[in-house]
Structures are given as structure tokens and as C-alpha cells.
């Protein structure tokens, strides 16, 4: 029975257009994270990926389709899967089985199962505009069969690397919606999810690169008021160093939670 079910999700899966996909195809960009060299946390990461699925629902119920629920062991499959994408940037894993093979290591089978993967973008926000405007990848999106997802994101390098996997089976009652962060906007905060941390650098970085080439602000105005770490009326490299710094000085224990108060 699982053989058949898994040819049936194959031939599904290449009907889509998926499985084999090219970089390009893809939509992925050059990859670059930004114009700095930056580690983003291991938490950092795993705020990306649920934010990846709240998006995702977001999608869908924009089409009048079912959420799909976060199920923990394809979360983890999805991570692993990120972590292998980041040596070989194909739906074959690394040692040449199929990206479906991954399901096996955590106990799962399934009805009907899907990936997408991509590479170089930067933000949640950024990697889901890239799937959605690609047809294989925005039809597993959007797919009203499918019941379960799981995210995993990878860093190597200055690059992300991101995975979706879906899945149909049956019900599991460790299944959860992924919800959305509560955001709050304070100095250095331009992300709103409570913290000051590379991911918001990034943001300024981003910000005073669009402005240096003449560009168009990728900021809204709280957030610009909120970058703007030395008050002195502009966004530039120093905000984003302070920023930075701040950062450090929390991962090493700081206690001062206000980066003005602590410049």
C-alpha cells in the first residue's frame, strides 16, 4: 500500500512541475543576504519558519482554502531538508534518495506530499513572494488536498536556504496553526517581534543601500523613526552598527533592554 501511495504523491508532485526544479525555475535570486556578513540565530531561524506558514495560510485563505496545521515531525523533516539543500540544491538528497525519503527518518508516511525549496532570499516575506510567483511552487501552496506543513530554514554562508514539505494523511492532534507574533515597534525594533537583533540591522542595511543608489524607501515611517538609532535624521551603515552591537551585547548577557539608554 505505501509503495502505491508513494508513486501516486510522485506523479502528483510532477505534475506540478516540482520535483527537479531548477534554481531559476525557482525564482530564486542571487544569493545574497546582505551586504554584510551575518549569522542569524538558531531562534532567529525558527521565527522565520513560522512565519513562513503564517503567510502560507494567509494565501490560502485568500483563496477560501483550508489552513494548514504545523504537525512538529514534518517541521523537523523540513529543517533537515534545509540543512541538505544548503550541499545540493535539488529535490535529490545528498545521498541520492529522493527528497520524500525524509519523511521515513521521523516516522511519517502519507497520502499525497509535496516540497518546495529555494535559495537567496532574505526574509520570509521575500521567499514567499518567490514561490507564489512561480506556478509549480504557488499550485503546492495552494493546493486544497493538502493538510500539514513544515518549514525548515538553513544558513550557509550569507545565503537562506527554505523548505516547505506538505503533506496529506491522517489526523494527528499535535497538528497546530502557526500564529503570528504580536508586534510591537520600539528603536532598533523594525521587525516588531520584541527583540533587537540582526534581522533588523539586515532591515536598515537594506534600507540605506536602497537610498545610497537613489532607491525607492523599503521602510514604512514608524519604521524609519525606529532605525534611526543616533537621531541625526538619516539611516545609514552606523545605525546598523549600533544595531549590531546592541545585539552582541544582549546574546552576551546584557541587561540594559533600551539601546538608546544603552548608547
Same mark, same amino acid.
Given at each position: ?12 508532485i510532477?505534475a506540478a512541475g516540482?520535483?527537479?526544479v ?10 545574497t ?9 538558531a531562534s ?5 519558519a ?8 494567509k494565501e490560502?485563505?485568500?483563496?477560501g ?6 504537525l512538529?515531525?514534518?517541521q523537523?523533516?523540513?529543517?533537515v ?5 544548503t550541499q545540493?540544491?535539488?529535490?535529490q538528497?545528498?545521498?541520492g ?6 519523511i ?12 518546495n ?19 509549480g ?6 493546493d ?26 491522517n ?7 502557526? !500564529?503570528?507574533k ?6 532598533? =525594533?523594525? &521587525?516588531?517581534? #520584541? +527583540?533587537? %537583533? *540582526?534581522? @533588523? /540591522? $539586515?532591515k536598515?542595511l537594506?534600507?540605506?543601500a536602497?537610498a ?5 524607501? !523599503? ?8 532605525? =534611526?538609532? &543616533?537621531s541625526? #535624521? +538619516?539611516? %545609514? *551603515?552606523? @545605525? /546598523? $552598527?549600533?544595531?549590531?552591537?546592541f545585539y552582541?551585547?544582549?546574546s552576551a ?7 538608546k539608554?544603552?548608547?
Open positions: 500500500m505505501k509503495k502505491m501511495l508513494s508513486i501516486m504523491a510522485a506523479a502528483v510532477a516540482i520535483t527537479g531548477s534554481a531559476q525555475a525557482a525564482g530564486v535570486s542571487a544569493p543576504l546582505t551586504e554584510h556578513s551575518m549569522t542569524i540565530s532567529e531561524l525558527s521565527d522565520y513560522n512565519e513562513v506558514a503564517v503567510i502560507v495560510n490560502r485563505s485568500a483563496k482554502l483550508k489552513p494548514l496545521r504545523v512538529p515531525k514534518l523537523s523533516a523540513a529543517q531538508r534545509a540543512e541538505e539543500i545540493v540544491f535539488d529535490h538528497r545528498p545521498d534518495t529522493s527528497c520524500f525519503s525524509v521515513e527518518q521521523f516516522g511519517l508516511d502519507y497520502y499525497y506530499i509535496g516540497e525549496i529555494a535559495a537567496g532570499q532574505s526574509s520570509p516575506e521575500r521567499v514567499m513572494n518567490a514561490w507564489m510567483n512561480s506556478e511552487h504557488r499550485k503546492n501552496i495552494l486544497p488536498d493538502f493538510m500539514y506543513i513544515g518549514v525548515g530554514v538553513a544558513q550557509k554562508g550569507n545565503t537562506l536556504y527554505w523548505s516547505q514539505i506538505f503533506l496529506k494523511y489526523e494527528f492532534s499535535e497538528a497546530y496553526i502557526p !500564529k503570528e504580536e508586534k510591537t515597534m520600539s528603536y532598533g =525594533d523594525l &521587525d516588531s517581534d #520584541g +527583540k533587537v %537583533d *540582526s534581522r @533588523d /540591522a $539586515s536598515i537594506v534600507e540605506y536602497a545610497s543608489s537613489g532607491g525607492s524607501s !523599503k521602510l514604512s515611517s514608524d519604521q524609519r523613526e525606529c532605525a =534611526d538609532i &543616533d541625526n #535624521g +538619516k539611516i %545609514d *551603515s552606523k @545605525d /546598523a $552598527s549600533y544595531v549590531l552591537g552582541s551585547y544582549l548577557g546584557g541587561g540594559e533592554t533600551d539601546i539608554k544603552w548608547l
